[in-house]
């Protein structure tokens, strides 16, 4: 179906009982409609509204049909416009990965750091979803969400998946998205 990356964001100020800020952040490297990059938001810093930005349409309405459908349905409103935006990435996942993503006048800064051990999540399809994913999840500690400056005020916190020690906030790469034979 598709492969690339598709690193997350999710923020809580009470350790998870409350989410309050949520970003899907995907480079499409291959899908059926190309390659681009595409970014969900919906955060305090939107005052709770979901903004899609994107540097290929065609690729950010292919997430939102094909897969944003099943991982968060508020990501795959294909009425919500699509923000034209510039993707750029620095650091890596050894001390603090950026991406960073300019739309018009907005900045939207991503980072994850202070990261635990990494592995391979292998969720083929029927396992959890009809469509499967395996990806290299790097689980950070520490994630921040700022817009123009302003940083969204809660914390990732611990998740386990399946028998691992995880985060609600990853670096997901090597990402493979597929379907059942």
């Not at 810093?45 to 349905?73: F, H, M």
């Not at 750029?88 to 202070?114: H, K, M, N």
């Amino acid at each position: 179906m598709m492969t690339g990356e598709n690193s997350f964001v999710r923020l809580s100020p009470d350790g998870g009982k409350t989410q309050t800020d949520r970003v899907s952040h995907w480079r499409v490297l291959w899908c059926p409609d190309g390659a681009g990059h595409a970014m969900f938001v919906q955060s305090t810093l939107t005052g709770g509204q979901v903004r899609v930005y994107s540097d290929n349409p065609a690729v950010a309405r292919w997430l939102q049909k094909n897969i944003e459908s099943l991982l968060y349905p508020a990501f795959a409103d294909e009425k919500l416009p699509v923000t034209a935006a510039q993707f750029s990435r620095s650091g890596d996942a050894r001390s603090t990965a950026v991406e960073t993503i300019v739309a018009g006048s907005e900045q939207v800064r991503l980072t994850w750091s202070d990261t635990i051990t990494p592995f391979v999540l292998n969720a083929p399809p029927g396992f959890n979803r009809p469509i499967g994913v395996f990806s290299t999840f790097f689980p950070a500690r520490a994630a921040t969400i700022e817009l123009n400056g302003k940083a969204a005020p809660g914390k990732p916190w611990p998740e386990m998946r399946g028998d691992r020690q995880g985060s609600s906030a990853c670096l997901a790469w090597s990402e493979t998205w597929v379907k059942p034979a």
